[in-house]
């Protein structure tokens, strides 16, 4: 979408794009099948997967293991891409993609940064309110992992839907 702004300092008429905002969500599994999820401190308030906005020349890869340090204090040391997440109402704040990270981690969980609290979940007792799309991620990872369960394809790198 293009959209025509005024310069504040001088006026002249500039071409801005208006695109969608990249972030990265993270399922950081446990060895015991559960998952972490965080509280946020800000608005939307809710559960959610830790995650965030891409930084300006970052990865995609090091955004998420960036976010899961500063939310969770979890060092990544499996990191797989899981999905992409883009339905245009996904985020209420602004239109997002969301590339959706599958990981496992070291270290002792801690909230941080826009976390609030930090605990472990099971697809039997997940919280609620879960915020943005995060219930369709993670319906959809549960989904996956009772595949995998069945079809012992955990080595494989891609993940086909």
Known sequence: MIIKKSCPNCGIQTICY?????????????DDGSILLIQRR???????LPG??????????????REAKEETNMDITVLRQF???SKPDRDSRQHTISTVFVATGAGTPKAGDDARKIAL???????????????????????????ETLTNC????????
């Open 18 to 30: 208006r695109n969608p905002v990249p972030t990265v969500d993270i399922i950081i599994e446990t």
């Open 42 to 48: 800000n608005e939307p308030a809710g559960w959610a």
């Open 52 to 65: 965030g906005f891409v930084d300006y020349g970052e990865s995609i890869e090091d955004a998420a293991i």
């Open 83 to 85: 999905h992409t997440y």
């Open 121 to 147: 979940f099971t697809k039997k007792n997940l919280p609620q309110p879960l915020v943005f799309d995060h219930g369709q991620i993670l319906s959809d990872y549960f989904q996956f992992k009772q595949i």
């Open 154 to 161: 955990s080595k494989h790198p891609y993940i086909i839907f």
